[in-house]
């Protein structure tokens, strides 16, 4: 079983609006958890970076949540672009190793 | 510009040939990795390195192989072993430090058997 869940698999928004992707995980305990943006045919890129003590943290337009007590982050895109076409990949760091647990991403799509 | 640089971007690859993947880091990083990625899945895990001279094994590493003699390069071979070699290839690296550690990709290669 993955051990990061992301939802929903895929989904298409209008541009300047606003969406929701969630992440569930079981890895615990746990460093720290990451979203990244990887553009099709790219390597993925950091948006944001949480430890377990943290509860938010923002870049731009984008905004990660995090409950460590539910296991769950959200990453939520304010006032949509065209550029925001990705896939969001949700990373969990184990505590005491390096071997990262990668959600499936969630594959967004924002139309004119 | 620090960064992490994979090369090709493009690979082809006849049935029975060894072929092998460049990656290089100059961001001083300890930790190196390579994943693979395919449609509809997550990052899974091939090899990672957390020094020099030293690899280990991930969740799919049959048919590929390592080596770490430098610091800043981690080149993956795909070997003829591997049935189905055919996608995404991503490095990444990483310091070795827990708290707020990230990690770096490349821009990964696209490895395609013809």
């Known amino acids: 079983k993955n051990q990061v869940e992301q939802s929903p698999q895929s989904l298409i928004i209008l541009e300047g609006k606003n969406c929701t992707l969630q992440c569930n995980y079981t890895v615990s305990p746990f460093s720290n958890l990451r979203w990244y943006k990887q553009d099709t045919g790219r390597g993925p890129v950091s948006l944001t970076i949480?430890?377990?003590?943290?509860n938010t943290k923002s870049n731009g337009r984008y905004t990660a949540t995090l409950d460590a007590d539910t296991k769950q982050s959200s990453l939520h895109i304010t006032a949509s672009q065209l550029s925001d076409s990705a896939s969001y990949i949700c990373?969990?760091?184990?505590?005491?190793?390096?071997?990262?647990?990668f959600g499936k991403g969630n594959q967004v799509v924002v139309i004119p | 510009d620090g960064g992490i640089t994979q090369s090709p971007k493009y690979l082809f690859r006849k049935e029975g040939q060894n072929v092998t993947l460049s990656c290089e880091q100059n961001l001083n990083h300890d930790a190196m990795y390579w994943y693979r990625q395919d449609p509809g899945q997550g990052l899974r895990l091939i090899y990672y390195s957390q020094i020099v001279n030293d690899f280990q094994k991930g969740d799919i590493a049959e048919g590929y192989s390592v080596s770490r003699e430098k610091k800043e390069s981690f080149p993956l071979t795909v070997t003829s072993a591997q049935k189905n070699p055919t996608a995404f290839y991503l490095c990444?690296?990483?310091?070795?430090?827990?708290?707020?550690?990230?990690?770096?990709f490349g821009q990964g290669t696209r490895l395609t058997v013809v």
């Open positions: 990444a690296s990483s310091q070795n430090r827990q708290e707020n550690t990230e990690a770096f």
């Open positions: 949480m430890t377990f003590s943290e």
């Open positions: 990373v969990v760091r184990p505590y005491g190793n390096n071997r990262l647990a």
